[in-house]
């Protein structure tokens, strides 16, 4: 990939970082992967390596803690496999494949933030030899030789969607995984389900410009459609499909992972010039007196889990 590709992407990964949802607690609650924190170098971001960040990153484990299980149950992530996952962040997930496939297994973690590579280190160091975490950039690095065909699984995450150029990362998966192994992918397939049930024309707005800032920036929203033709132009056969279709309703936690994402990057559409502040004011009043309704129910975005197989 080229400079002006790369550059591309990290100013993507600017504007969305810079957008990650406050819970209630004051966590955040990202609407989108992991890694989505404004990135001042090519090796670190400026919310990704702090306490609050860990902090969002936890809740967000533990909110799709149970689809991503039932990901791994499907790439056969057991006792005795070994995993690679790619954009591991602090290793929280790192930690629970781990777990998973002990004994006699092992994981491999990808990660681009030096301060994250080593949280997930100390996070894993329990493990042993059995838990491993690289450095890496999936925008320029190629696979370590040393981890061709040594996987049996891999997951990827709310990573595809900001990439102008996702196959290649499926051709990483490619390399990293053996003849027979697995993939597990969570990607969004159909972003304009998020909004308010019956109704919320505001909201509604608010996915479509935020669907066209994705776009303008390189990236994809509803890049799950695409990949299934994607895996197997890159040697890895769709042998399944998921939708995973969320609501939340005001007095819930996960409430604020769609809601807090209005809130925050409503703002910065403006900036974009998407919308003007009228359109904000009104955006955040729908928004407000819907969690004043207890019968309110919004909906995330849809995602698609797909699994597939390494020719």
Same mark, same amino acid.
């Given at each position: ?14 504007? @969305?970082?810079? $957008? ?16 989505? *924190? ?8 400026? +919310?990704?390596?702090?306490? *609050? ?20 149950? !499907?790439?056969?992530?057991?006792? #005795? ?6 954009? $591991?962040? *602090? ?7 781990? &777990? ?13 933030? *030096? ?8 996070? $894993? ?28 699984? !891999? ?9 102008? &150029?996702? #196959?290649?990362?499926?051709? @990483? ?51 799950? %459609? ?8 890159? #040697?890895? &056969? ?10 939340? %309703? ?15 990057? !409503?703002?910065?559409?403006? &900036? ?7 359109? +904000?004011?009104?955006? @955040? ?14 909906? $995330?975005?849809?995602?698609?889990? @797909? ?5």
């Amino acid at each position: 990939m080229g400079p002006l590709q790369l550059s591309t992407v990290r100013e993507t990964i600017t504007e @969305l970082g810079s $957008c990650a949802p406050l819970s209630r607690s004051g966590g955040r609650f990202p609407l989108g992967p992991a890694t989505v *924190p404004a990135m001042t170098s090519p090796t670190d971001y400026v +919310l990704g390596t702090h306490d *609050p960040e860990a902090e969002r990153l936890r809740v967000q484990h533990e909110l799709w803690l149970d689809e991503a299980a039932r990901a791994w149950d !499907a790439i056969g992530a057991v006792a #005795g496999a070994s995993v690679i996952d790619i954009g $591991c962040g *602090p290793g929280l997930v790192t930690e629970a494949l781990a &777990e998973r496939v002990m004994p006699g297994g092992g994981v491999t973690g990808l990660e681009l933030s *030096p301060a994250f590579s080593q949280q997930a280190r100390e996070r $894993c160091a329990r493990f042993g030899d059995a838990a491993s975490i690289v450095e890496f950039d999936v925008l320029q690095a190629r696979m370590p030789v040393d981890l061709h065909g040594t996987m049996d699984a !891999a997951w990827i995450r709310w990573l595809l969607m900001f990439l102008p &150029e996702p #196959g290649r990362v499926l051709d @990483l998966v490619r390399q990293a995984i053996r003849p027979g192994g697995f993939v597990a992918i969570h990607e969004y397939v159909h972003y304009p389900t998020y909004g308010l049930l019956g109704g919320g024309p505001r909201i509604a707005e608010f996915v479509q410009h935020t669907m066209a800032s994705f776009v303008r920036a390189g990236g994809d929203a509803n890049i799950a %459609r695409r990949l299934p033709a994607m895996l197997a132009i890159h #040697g890895l &056969e769709l042998v399944h499909a998921r939708p995973i279709a969320r609501v939340a %309703r005001p007095h819930e936690p996960l409430w604020q992972w769609p809601a807090g994402f209005i809130r925050t990057y !409503a703002p910065r559409l403006v &900036e974009l010039g998407f919308a003007d502040r009228a359109w +904000l004011e009104a955006t @955040l009043a729908e928004l407000t007196a819907a969690e004043r309704d207890p019968t309110s129910v919004l909906m $995330c975005p849809t995602l698609l889990e @797909l699994v597939a197989r390494r020719r």
